[in-house]
């Protein structure tokens, strides 16, 4: 049985090398969410934003975008890597993660050299009561 998360990773462009390594990571030496559930990485992120990729529109994308769908990842471990690495423009880099059973990203940034989840923490998924707003 698998348990997947989606993961998206936008970078500055002198920020590739980077992005590359993490993939690397995530694909070799990822822990796994559950002990003893095997080593060997979890999967990778492929540029989505590369020249072969069309995206909608009538311009190519000006950012740098890799993703990927991984498989029992341990994602605190995911984001406590992402925040260590030697980022060139670390105010430019956002990690979007989405595990199995959630349904939107949390975002993650580097601000004023710490490591922060920007959006959303709260409401999480069951919180849909409020929509539509009322008096609207």
Not at 22 to 45: A, H, K, T, V, Y
Not at 59 to 78: F, M, Q, R, S, W
Request: aromatic letters at 10%.
């Amino acid at each position: 049985m698998s348990w997947v998360a989606n993961v998206m990773l936008s970078v500055d462009p002198e920020d590739r090398r980077n992005a590359e390594a993490f993939s690397g990571w995530l694909d070799e030496e990822c822990p796994r969410r559950e002990p003893g559930m095997g080593s060997g990485g979890c999967g990778n992120l492929r540029p989505i934003t590369d020249a072969n990729n069309q995206w909608g529109g009538h311009k190519n994308p000006e950012c740098e975008v890799y993703a990927g769908a991984l498989n029992h990842a341990d994602l605190t471990a995911v984001v406590k890597h992402f925040g260590s690495l030697a980022w060139h423009h670390p105010n430019a880099v956002q990690l979007f993660v989405m595990d199995q059973e959630e349904s939107f990203f949390r975002v993650w940034m580097i601000r004023d050299g710490a490591l922060r989840q920007y959006a959303p923490s709260s409401p999480d998924e069951e919180d849909d009561e409020f929509w539509p707003a009322t008096g609207s």
